[in-house]
């Protein structure tokens, strides 16, 4: 047995090298510098794409609005406000007393109108706070 030892550990260090080749190629061709940034500018567009496809329904349907503002918008808001905050304070104040509000209407059903205004202040809040860490975004216009 203990002549055997010896032959296996050279084969075992081997299997650990070739583990750690293959995760490290795993891992520096996912994480290019430049695709990082652009990957994370894509989160944030898109939660703003959300955000007004959220205002869109909640004109017509606040059920489907608020599962639309919780299961895809409201987590990347924080980010968004974070972010906001190392630029400007204020922008991401103003962002998070927006988001506050709407969550405030979607969870005390208010009337439609009121929702559809929250979510209206919230939209040019975030806007701005997207402005504010150099995130271009596309206008919203709710229907």
Same mark, same amino acid.
């Given at each position: 047995?203990?002549?055997?030892?010896?032959?296996?550990?050279?084969?075992?260090?081997?299997?650990?090298?070739?583990?750690?080749?293959?995760?490290?190629?795993?891992?520096?061709? $996912?994480?290019?510098?430049?695709?990082?940034?652009?990957?994370?500018?894509?989160?944030?567009?898109?939660?703003?794409?959300?955000?007004?496809?959220?205002?869109?329904?909640?004109?017509?349907?606040?059920?489907?609005?608020?599962?639309?503002?919780?299961?895809?918008?409201?987590?990347?808001?924080?980010?968004?406000?974070?972010?906001?905050?190392?630029?400007?304070?204020?922008?991401?104040?103003?962002?998070?007393?927006?988001?506050?509000?709407?969550?405030?209407?979607?969870? $005390?059903?208010?009337?439609?109108?009121?929702?559809?205004?929250?979510?209206?202040?919230?939209?040019?809040?975030?806007?701005?706070?997207?402005?504010?860490?150099?995130?271009?975004?596309? $206008?919203?216009?709710?229907?």
């Amino acid at each position: 047995m203990a002549d055997r030892l010896p032959r296996r550990v050279p084969a075992l260090l081997l299997v650990i090298l070739g583990l750690a080749a293959v995760g490290y190629a795993v891992y520096s061709g $996912t994480s290019a510098p430049g695709e990082t940034v652009q990957s994370a500018d894509v989160v944030l567009r898109d939660a703003y794409t959300d955000l007004c496809r959220t205002r869109t329904l909640a004109g017509s349907d606040t059920r489907q609005a608020r599962d639309l503002f919780y299961g895809k918008v409201h987590s990347p808001l924080h980010d968004i406000a974070r972010s906001a905050g190392d630029a400007d304070r204020s922008v991401a104040a103003r962002m998070l007393e927006a988001k506050n509000d709407v969550e405030r209407s979607f969870n $005390t059903s208010a009337p439609a109108a009121q929702t559809t205004a929250a979510l209206d202040r919230l939209l040019a809040s975030t806007r701005e706070a997207l402005i504010s860490i150099g995130v271009t975004t596309s $206008t919203c216009t709710p229907r």
